[in-house]
DNA sequence: GTCAAGTAAATTGTCGACAATCGTCAAAAT
DNA sequence: ATTTTGACGATTGTCGACAATTTACTTGAC
């Protein structure tokens, strides 16, 4: 390896394009509701409000698409995307298919930094899981958990299957705007998980995971049912 | 709508974008091996090949990175993605899981119009199974059938994501070049699924599937370690 | 009053040009 | 001889402008 002996710790400095940073602030205002959901996400406009051109807010908008923030219909244009309780009660059931059989291949695969690296986002998990914190923040950690579980199952396609869904997963409970009224009950839940994990029982695992997953869907769909119930009472 | 009205069947007229016909022939020209893997996709070569400017090339070929059929480097462009033999045996492990979840589904939403469906494509497979025709027709007609069991599941997220593996899957087996010396005997392993699902017996549609895509894995990973030893005999 | 056709405004689709970045290779220093 | 530095060529990144299309509005006929 090619490298200084007295260079410093030097990380390699983000260099994220423009096109990245774009992304991330439309993902940011989407998920955050200020762009509300049906709205039409004109290039114009967001490039006019960034100061940037219509180039680099185009890609972006193609990088959201495929993240499912964004639908796009041709010589139309993108819109924010509607969530229905179908598609979210879709999402999760295909949630619990990936993330089923990332964990079983995880057990194949487990090592000390896997389970490091899953404590670590555990104690991260139940650090946050207060209301001294907000949901976002909390959704966030919460997923970080799912992602290692899928970047260590070691077939690259789970995570980037997962990386595509979690941003939508994110998108809907922030539609939602409000998961629980105790943040900690979910949070508990993910402990099972790892210590399955740790004890490389394949089913208990399985079993686990499957809670979690569907104790989380269960809390989503019928926070959903009531605010759709509010907004239109007929 | 300007419409003559002794007008004949006119079809739509193509209206798929710029982008969509440049990446469909970026698609043969790489599923097809005119571009070798590992070639570097210049935006400007193609731009001025097609006789179209850079922008809708650059939107296709972000287009094709989704279907994972090149990748990018910041700063440096597109290149056609190399495959390995791990990268297959990951593909089809996920393909596994995707399929399988899809036909366990399937099965709830069963109906004359899937069957229909089905019954037809399996037709046109056994069709096309003879050396009278070409291997990309063959695959094509494959896939579609595995298309259809997702396209009905009933959960979009199937399809979504089955179509964006299902190129890859086409690109990995035309890389090898060769499948089967028996064209006829993968095809025949069709026929059980779709009879399995008829009778709307669970179990042994979901064998009948693993056996068929483990069967399919096996084929073209044995092709593949053949492929790979003929090219570097060290 | 309703509906159709026509027109104008706004938005997306595409283009060509310039700026920023990367890879290469030669020249200079050690 | 090896390594570093600098400049050059090629490619991507971004931009502003124009063409094509869609949408909204107005006008007119029935």
Same mark, same amino acid.
């Given at each position: 390896m090619n490298e200084t002996p007295s260079s410093p710790g030097f990380q390699p400095l983000d260099r994220e394009g423009l096109v990245q940073t774009v992304a991330k602030m439309l993902s940011k205002a989407i998920v955050t509701g200020q762009l509300a959901p049906g709205a039409r996400l004109s290039e114009s406009v967001v490039a006019r409000e960034l100061g940037v051109s219509r180039a680099p807010v185009r890609e972006a908008a193609r990088l959201l698409e495929s993240s499912g923030l964004v639908t796009y219909e041709p010589n139309r244009g993108f819109f924010v995307r509607q969530v229905s309780a179908k598609a979210i009660a879709d999402l999760y059931e295909f949630r619990i298919v990936i993330e089923l059989a990332a964990v079983k291949r995880l057990i194949r695969t487990w090592n000390d930094d896997i389970h490091a690296a899953l404590s670590a986002q555990l104690a991260e998990i139940n650090r946050v899981?207060?209301? &001294?914190?907000d949901m976002l923040t909390q959704v966030e950690a919460d997923l970080q958990f799912h992602r290692l579980l899928c970047s260590g199952s070691g077939n690259p396609k789970f995570l980037t299957v997962f990386d595509q869904i979690a941003t939508e997963t994110e998108f809907s409970i922030m539609v939602i705007?409000?998961?629980?009224?105790?943040? &900690?009950r979910l949070a508990k839940t993910h402990e099972p998980v790892l210590e399955a994990l740790c004890s490389g029982d394949e089913t208990q695992a399985v079993d686990a995971m499957q809670y979690h997953i569907g104790e989380a869907q269960r809390l989503v769909t019928e926070q959903f049912r009531i605010l759709e119930e509010g907004k239109t009472p007929q």
């Open positions: 899981a207060t209301d &001294d914190f705007g409000r998961l629980y009224d105790d943040p &900690d």
